[in-house]
């Protein structure tokens, strides 16, 4: 739907990550492109979430960088990468139960007056807020049972929606999703995976983990696998070319 | 999974499937909304009830006692409902309202200025609630409890060391005798002083984004650090804010009495804590407002005035008052497990 930008909106290059002993990552590069869903693929352990974390930055790199629109640039905190416009939604969904969608979505970046005090006392636009939230649920498609609850009264994947549409908002270059579907039952998986279709359609730049082959077959434009913290292979996932897929993830290739 | 099976059918014996789900959600809805007005409905129930059994319990004199000797309960549970609603708790309330008036005491015996004294015992007040919040969260302590229980035993302790003679110590400036004691076309100062802090408070937590962060804090503080809301800074605040109500309960208590006493506010903790439990907020955090507080305070109130009118002892107000903590605790838990069934429901009817 969009034209492919000609320089992918975030690069990593030649990551190095240890834990003590381990090496989890070992000289593992990526590029993810907007307009675009990336899988990224391997067994338990193989160092996905370790790279994520890494790009979200939870842990930071011992070698290697990452650049963002060719920028080199370096994430200290979770905070930090949120503001260079990197947003993970995590299995724990980061959900406020005790709030409603809106509020959920602009928790800990409200919108609020006046600007000249502290951020903790001005005063929230919340009629704004609704409205934007509203705004952003329509036009992903995410139907609520009441848009005024608070989200403890939602199910699995209205919540899961409700996170992958907020991390959509304030995504300026890239959102990672960790198993969105892993806790989900079929329809309601269904639903979250139109809505990544919807967020590629909108020229976001999506990193998907999973281990549904299905999944990945179906929504992914690209599969970076890692095993043992290198990465394998990268390919375009497609029907014919599942069983090789499996094999770079379990390292049984003939 | 049996029983709820069994309830729907109760409920909606005639109906196809597609209708008992729906029966089934509107009770659940029907019964959150009872729920979340309970405590509202029951207070006017209670205050009916006492209307027609005591004597001269709905007299404007009488209405007029209840209003001022809540004054204390309300505007400290108010300040704990702030904490609770972080998920934690403020043991040092009591003793600390005690150790604020006898600081104001000493003050008012080498000068006798309002303005002076009412600031010692507001400063004492808010250093105690900073203190507890400073420590509990700089300290990385695992929870409140301890810090404001040793809070508790300090501030007692030394308000009886520093009180004269350590007991109840005569006298207070006029000032705030009158804001504690006297009323304003017939209506008790300390209640118009209750309407303003609850209205304060209201617009804080409602209005003003650190309310919005408090909510988040209680409802989860995993969430609330990985969305950057500044945790520790909310939770110390919280605890200043009881410290301000405590310190404002102190003036009013100091006023209504003329008296500071290093045994004032005993057990003061218990009582804001049972009356925001009662309110109906939640104790698990994150749920709950002012009014809850409110509420809860003028309940407790309302029910020790009625049965002091009824000459019923105070132990058995005590063991009412107890078994009024266990329904409305029981009203929370039975809250959460509708919320859970409404979950369900959605679920099955996304599928």
Redesign the interface.
């Known amino acids: 739907m969009s034209t492919p930008a000609p320089a992918p909106v975030l690069s990593v290059r030649h990551a190095q990550k240890r834990f003590g002993a381990v090496h989890a990552l070992k000289d593992v590069s990526l590029d993810a492109w907007p307009g675009e869903v990336l899988a990224l693929l391997g067994d338990n352990g193989a160092g996905k979430s370790t790279l994520v974390k890494c790009i979200s930055g939870v842990h930071t790199l011992d070698g290697g960088e990452i650049l963002l629109d060719g920028r080199r640039v370096t994430l200290h905190s979770?905070?930090a990468a949120?503001r260079a416009g990197i947003e993970t939604v995590y299995q724990?969904?980061?959900?406020?139960?005790?709030?409603t969608p809106a509020?959920n979505f602009y928790?800990?970046?409200?919108i609020?007056f006046p600007h000249w005090l502290p951020?903790?006392?001005?005063?929230?636009r919340s009629r704004t807020m609704e409205r934007e939230t509203a705004a952003v649920l329509d036009r992903l498609r995410v139907v609520l049972?009441r848009r005024d609850a608070p989200v403890?009264?939602?199910?699995?994947?209205?919540r899961q929606a409700i996170a992958v549409a907020r991390a959509s908002v304030f995504a300026r270059k890239i959102v990672i999703l960790d198993e969105p579907t892993a806790a989900l039952?079929?329809?309601?998986s269904r639903?979250v995976l139109d809505l990544i279709a919807q967020l590629r359609a909108e020229g976001n730049a999506v990193i998907l983990i999973t281990h549904n082959m299905e999944h990945v077959i179906e929504l992914a434009d690209r599969a970076v696998v890692l095993r043992q913290g290198r990465k394998v292979g990268e390919l375009r996932p497609e029907r014919a070319n599942q069983q090789e897929l499996v094999s770079l993830i379990v390292g049984a290739e003939a | 999974m049996a029983q709820v099976t069994s309830e729907r059918r109760e409920r909606v014996p005639a109906a196809g499937p597609v209708d008992r789900k729906a029966g089934s959600g509107g009770a659940v809805t029907l019964g959150l909304r009872l729920l979340g007005i309970g405590p509202l409905l029951i207070l006017a129930l209670v205050v009916a009830a006492f209307g027609a059994i005591a004597p001269n319990f709905l007299s404007p004199g009488n209405l007029g006692n209840i209003a001022a000797q809540t004054a204390v309960i309300a505007v400290v549970a108010m300040g704990q409902q702030v904490v609770i609603l972080t998920r934690g708790i403020d043991l040092s309330v009591g003793a600390n309202l005690a150790l604020a008036t006898v600081i104001g005491g000493l003050v008012y015996r080498s000068i006798d200025s309002g303005p002076l004294v009412i600031l010692a015992i507001l400063l004492t007040a808010v250093a105690v609630g900073a203190a507890n919040g400073l420590v509990y969260v700089y300290g990385r302590l695992p929870h409140p409890f301890i810090i404001t229980l040793a809070s508790l035993s300090i501030c007692r302790g030394l308000a009886l060391e520093l009180a004269v003679g350590h007991t109840t110590m005569r006298g207070m400036p006029e000032a705030i005798t009158t804001i504690g004691g006297g009323s304003t076309l017939g209506i008790p100062n300390a209640f118009l002083v209750v309407l303003a802090v609850a209205a304060a408070l209201l617009v804080m937590s409602k209005a003003m984004v650190w309310g919005r962060w408090t909510y988040a804090v209680g409802g989860a503080p995993t969430a609330a650090l990985e969305m950057g809301i500044p945790v520790k800074g909310v939770l110390v605040s919280t605890y200043v804010i009881s410290g301000v109500c405590t310190g404002i309960g102190a003036v009013l208590l100091a006023g209504r009495t003329a008296a500071s006493s290093p045994l004032y506010g005993n057990l003061l903790e218990l009582d804001t804590i049972a009356a925001v439990i009662i309110g109906g907020a939640s104790f698990l955090g994150g749920r709950g407002h002012i009014g809850h507080a409110l509420v809860g305070a003028i309940m407790i109130g309302v029910i020790r005035n009625a049965l002091n009118l009824m000459n019923v002892g105070v132990f058995l107000q005590m063991i009412v008052i107890g078994l009024v903590i266990v329904v409305a605790v029981e009203a929370d838990v039975l809250r959460n497990r509708l919320e859970a069934r409404a979950r369900a429901i959605q679920a099955a009817g996304a599928q």
Do not use: I, T, Y
Request: charged fraction near 30%; charge should be positive.
């Open positions: 979770p905070a949120r724990d969904l980061a959900l406020f139960d005790n709030l509020q928790c800990g970046r409200e609020a951020r903790g006392f001005r005063l929230l049972p403890a009264l939602m199910s699995g994947g209205q039952g079929v329809r309601e639903k």
